[in-house]
C-alpha cells in the first residue's frame, strides 16, 4: 500500500564475527555484516549497486566506509560515505564526516563531524576543489545566533 524506504533486504555474504579483529583494508560485494573489528577501509568491489553495510552494536570500524547502503548499530571512527541510504540505529557512534544521498537517523545516535547531503556521486575519498558552506550546519552557530 506505501512505498517504503526501508533498505532492502540484501543476502548477508560475508561475515565478521564478534572476537574477530580484521587489519587492512576490505572490499565487498553484495551484503557484509559486522559484529568484530575492522581497522582499515571498507568499500564496495566497482561500486556495486546495492551492496549493503550492517554494523551491529558489537562492531567497529577503524577507517573509512564507503558503500551504497549502510545500517550502522556500532562505531566508525572515520568519514562515512552512503551514496544510496545511510540508517544509524541508537547506538551509532560516528567520529568523522558524513555524506549521504537519504538519511534515516534514530534517537540516541551520535555524529560527532559534519553532515553533507549528496544526491550527486561523489566520493569523501576523492579531495574536493572547494567545499560548499552551503551544506554544513554547526550546533555552535544557531546558539550563538539565537543568543539575545
Do not use: W
Request: net charge negative.
Amino acid at each position: 500500500m506505501f512505498a517504503s524506504k526501508k533498505i532492502k533486504s540484501s543476502k548477508i555474504d560475508t561475515l565478521v564475527g564478534q572476537g574477530v579483529e580484521v587489519t587492512g583494508d576490505i572490499k565487498f560485494q553484495g551484503g557484509l555484516h559486522l559484529d568484530g573489528v575492522i581497522n582499515g577501509n571498507v568499500t564496495t568491489v566497482d561500486n556495486a549497486e546495492g551492496s549493503v553495510l550492517v554494523i551491529s552494536d558489537q562492531g567497529c570500524v577503524k577507517g573509512d566506509v564507503n558503500v551504497a547502503y549502510a545500517v550502522i548499530n556500532g562505531e566508525v571512527v572515520g568519514n562515512v560515505y552512503a551514496s544510496e541510504k545511510l540508517e544509524l540505529s541508537a547506538n551509532a557512534r560516528i567520529a568523522g564526516n558524513v555524506e549521504y544521498n537519504l538519511l534515516e537517523m534514530a534517537s540516541g545516535a551520535e555524529i560527532n563531524g559534519q553532515m553533507l547531503h549528496n544526491t550527486k556521486t561523489k566520493r569523501l575519498m576523492e579531495p574536493k576543489k572547494e567545499e560548499s558552506k552551503d551544506n554544513i550546519h554547526r550546533l555552535e552557530d544557531n546558539i550563538i545566533a539565537s543568543k539575545p
